[in-house]
């Protein structure tokens, strides 16, 4: 099992060798090629996914097919429809690869379990879950009173290798602006 995961947990909570035994026990790696889907709309959520390496795109496509997108999830991100995966409902997003991708995925069953036997888990789920609140409120504060140069630089202030990483098309659609507006913005 990859040791990403354990440097990721060790940056909230210590581990011992089987208390990090314990909790990969309830992971499976798994890897996707460019453009597979991990999650699509209107399907059952099964896991919740710790990137290891490569980069999603959680996307929402509207009635007439425009297609939203609401994160990039790159390496040490946690990623799902989390509405769905917690309450064992349908998703209303997709989950799609943007890269070739390694994940550490977890069933709801084994992420409370885990919680219930390894009590510093609980910590640890909670410290992220709470950060990736802050950062979708940030995003959304940002949609509703920033402007579009604003949002652009926060975005490259914030996470500069994404623009490496992402056509310019995704970016415009991540930032609420049109390919044309965006272009704009980067002279």
Request: hydrophobic letters at 35%; aromatic letters at 12%; proline letters at 1%.
């Amino acid at each position: 099992m990859h040791n990403e995961l354990r440097r990721h947990i060790e940056e909230i909570v210590s581990l011992t060798d089987d208390e990090y035994s314990l909790i990969t026990s309830h992971f499976t790696l798994q890897k996707f090629k460019k453009n597979d889907f991990l999650i699509r709309q209107g399907e059952s959520v099964k896991y919740t996914y710790f990137v290891i390496s490569g980069l999603l795109k959680l996307v929402y496509y509207d009635e007439s097919g425009k297609e939203h997108i609401l994160s990039f999830a790159m390496e040490d991100w946690w990623e799902t429809d989390y509405q769905a995966f917690y309450s064992t409902s349908d998703a209303t997003m997709s989950l799609q690869c943007l890269e070739n991708t390694t994940v550490l995925r977890i069933t709801l069953k084994d992420y409370h379990h885990l919680c219930a036997i390894l009590p510093k888990i609980v910590l640890f789920f909670l410290k992220k879950a709470t950060s990736g609140h802050v950062a979708s409120q940030q995003r959304l504060l940002s949609l509703l009173s920033s402007s579009a140069q604003d949002r652009y630089e926060q975005l490259l202030h914030r996470y500069p290798s994404l623009f490496q990483r992402v056509s310019k098309t995704l970016l415009a659609s991540y930032l609420g602006v049109s390919r044309e507006t965006l272009s704009r913005l980067t002279l």
